[in-house]
């Protein structure tokens, strides 16, 4: 049940991290150029709030596993999450650069990067996490009234769901 939840989570992570970026493809090998994706993506992450989110969820994780390792201290936890932290944010732009420049150019990333350290940006920022919340709760309503709609539709037409 709880590895469901942390699945879960982290699934909503993804999502969020990938909303909304423009595609463009990239495909230069250069190191220099590299080094310089790896630059503007870690800005971009930072400037969007994206890691924040993410390091926000670990301790959210860790609270949900107490329950399955009562006898771990909070001081343990705590330890444990921010080495977590740092060592999840190397990682984080090592995972998601080879994803960004299959399509987000270099140009494009460093304009999304300057748009996120504006006020528009930043107040965008601050709101993303209800955002993607509030979106995924009407998506789920949305979805379900299509489901409904085709159901009233194939039933008008004389099919019937098949029973198990």
Same mark, same amino acid.
């Given at each position: ?8 989570? =982290? ?7 990938? =909303? $909304? ?24 992450? %930072?400037? !969007? ?57 270099? %140009? ?6 300057? =748009?996120?350290?504006?006020? $528009? ?6 709101? !993303? ?7 995924? %709760? ?5 979805? $379900?009234?299509?489901?409904? %709609? ?15």
């Amino acid at each position: 049940m709880k590895t469901k939840i942390y699945i879960k989570v =982290f699934c909503l992570l993804v999502v969020f991290v990938t =909303f $909304a970026i423009p595609a463009k493809s990239q495909n230069v090998q250069d190191s220099a150029y590299i080094k310089e994706y790896r630059a503007a993506l870690n800005d971009y992450l %930072e400037a !969007s709030g994206t890691k924040n989110t993410v390091f926000s969820m670990v301790p959210k994780i860790g609270q949900l596993m107490k329950t399955d390792y009562p006898s771990v201290s909070d001081k343990i936890w705590t330890r444990l999450c921010v080495n977590l932290n740092n060592g999840f944010q190397k990682k984080m732009v090592d995972i998601y650069l080879p994803i960004f420049r299959k399509y987000v150019s270099l %140009e494009d990333l460093k304009a999304i990067a300057v =748009f996120f350290n504006s006020p $528009a940006g930043k107040n965008f920022a601050e709101a !993303s996490p209800k955002l993607a919340a509030d979106g995924m %709760e009407a998506g789920k309503k949305l979805g $379900a009234e299509i489901a409904e %709609e085709l159901i009233r539709e194939l039933e008008k037409e004389g099919y019937a769901a098949k029973t198990m």
